[in-house]
């Protein structure tokens, strides 16, 4: 297992883990959402390539009502 | 009367025009229902959103609704401290929602809300190398203001007063400062507490005027949307008209004789 900090709280996911793989876990995959890993952006289309190290941060935004 | 001198006056912000002067911020509504309703009768046709953690509860349906009135979105970067943070909010929102343009952000602190002049030059230089169209938030300061457009902002947008704290603008002068020496356009950003406010915005010179809390937290948000639209127009018109000068003594308006 590999410890991530998803959006500020650690979780553990399964060693070589995708970013794909790791947001439909969360179930966070839907349309208006953009994803950084340690503080670079993560285009939706490499979503399936990129394989998510231990202690890896990810940031996972999306848009709300706000000034 | 007043929509179709809108339509001969447009607001251009980077090649893009829009007909509505009123920019409106989505944050404050106490539902989307009423937001709808504000968002139609303040006739804008660009409003902000901001970026949240996509846990967060009322992601997507603020997104929904913004699509389906066809307005366009702006996203921003409050709630970022530095600049490092801004540029990284942008290039999520930009990639999440599929926007280029950006009104840019950095607070100094909670207490005030007040932008934090450094961090957000030294944002907006790197977010305009990286393509992006910057609509500044910044202080009454016209020195800052021009360094923001030489920076390549696509507009810089000022506040009258804190943010939520429907103080007016405080320094019109400084307002008039930075209107007067613009090369893109001023946006009224923040302040703005009642219609008054918004229409001497647009009398001292600004090319639009943003504002939130003042409709959505009104006891009746709906009708304030519409005082607002009012204001900016008449205010528009007010200084495309050209002001009578201020005079210390009275001047009869009908000859003495």
């Known amino acids: 297992m590999i410890e991530v ?63 | 009367m007043a929509d179709q001198v809108n339509m001969a006056d447009p607001l251009v912000i980077a090649g893009h025009k829009l007909q509505s002067r009123l920019i409106i911020g989505t944050g404050g509504a106490s539902n989307l229902a009423v937001l709808e309703r504000a968002l139609v009768e303040s006739g804008t046709e660009l409003t902000t959103v901001a970026m949240r953690r996509a846990d ?21 970067t409050a709630g970022c401290r530095s600049a490092a943070e801004a540029v990284l909010t942008a290039q999520l929102a930009r990639e999440a929602l599929e926007t280029d343009w950006i009104k840019l952000e950095v607070h100094a602190d909670d207490r005030t809300l007040l932008p934090e002049p450094f961090e957000t030059l030294e944002a907006a230089e790197t977010l305009v190398a990286d393509g992006f169209t910057v609509l500044a938030y ?5 020195v800052l203001a021009l360094r923001l457009a030489e920076a390549g902002c696509a507009a810089v947008m000022p506040l009258g007063a804190p943010i939520g704290t429907g103080l007016g603008i405080r320094n019109p002068h400084n307002i008039e400062l930075i209107t007067s020496r613009a090369s893109v356009p001023i946006v009224l950003d923040a302040g703005i507490g009642t219609a008054s406010d918004a229409a001497l915005a647009m009398e001292l010179g600004c090319d639009a005027v943003l504002l939130s809390t003042a409709v959505t937290r009104a006891q009746d948000p709906e009708r304030m949307a519409t005082a607002m639209r009012h204001a900016v127009a008449g205010g528009r018109l ?13 001047q009869a308006s009908s000859p003495p004789r």
């Open chain 1, 5 to 67: 900090e998803v959006n500020g709280d650690e979780r553990e996911f399964a060693d070589g883990i995708t970013l794909a793989e790791l947001l439909d876990q969360l179930g966070t995959t839907q349309r208006g959402v953009a994803v950084a890993v340690d503080g670079q952006v993560v285009a939706r289309g490499a979503w399936p390539e990129v394989v998510i190290a231990d202690g890896a941060k990810v940031q996972i935004l999306t848009a709300v009502q706000g000034g």
């Open chain 2, 56 to 76: 967060t509860e009322g992601g997507s349906g603020v997104l929904e609704l913004l699509r389906r009135l066809g307005i366009r979105l702006l996203p921003n």
């Open chain 2, 138 to 142: 910044t202080n009454d300061d016209p």
């Open chain 2, 238 to 250: 007010a200084r495309l008209a050209g002001r009578i000068p201020q005079r210390f003594w009275a």
